[in-house]
């Protein structure tokens, strides 16, 4: 799966059980500046997150990609509970404003192209 926002469901015994999912390649671009010439200065970062049609569609088919696989009956027993966005929020618009907007991957860099993956 190629999306990613993040969710939060608890079973009738209190456990809390979690979902996430991560959007591989994301069309959304953000980007980071320097502020000044001095380094103690923070930098300017715009994250852009879900900013394209394209990641935000992807969002919302993980979000409900995501509602039915808990909602499968082999899940059934745990009788999980949507918190995050809520089982509520259903329209398109809605689950949008509602994903998470500041999550990343994770991963390797690759170092100018050499095939060398960081960290060694």
Not at 1 to 30: E, F, I, W, Y
Not at 61 to 78: Q, S
Not at 82 to 104: N, V
């Amino acid at each position: 799966m190629k999306s990613r926002s993040h969710s939060a469901v608890a079973g009738q015994d209190d456990r809390a059980k979690c979902s996430s999912r991560a959007n591989l390649r994301p069309t959304s671009r953000g980007s980071i500046h320097a502020r000044s010439a001095d380094a103690a200065d923070p930098p300017a970062i715009v994250t852009n997150y879900l900013s394209t049609p394209e990641d935000q569609q992807v969002a919302i088919d993980a979000i409900r990609l995501t509602r039915r696989v808990v909602a499968a009956p082999a899940l059934r027993n745990y009788r999980p509970v949507e918190h995050r966005p809520g089982a509520e929020i259903t329209s398109d618009g809605d689950l949008i404003h509602a994903a998470p907007k500041g999550l990343h991957n994770l991963g390797v860099a690759e170092n100018n192209g050499l095939g060398r993956k960081f960290p060694q």
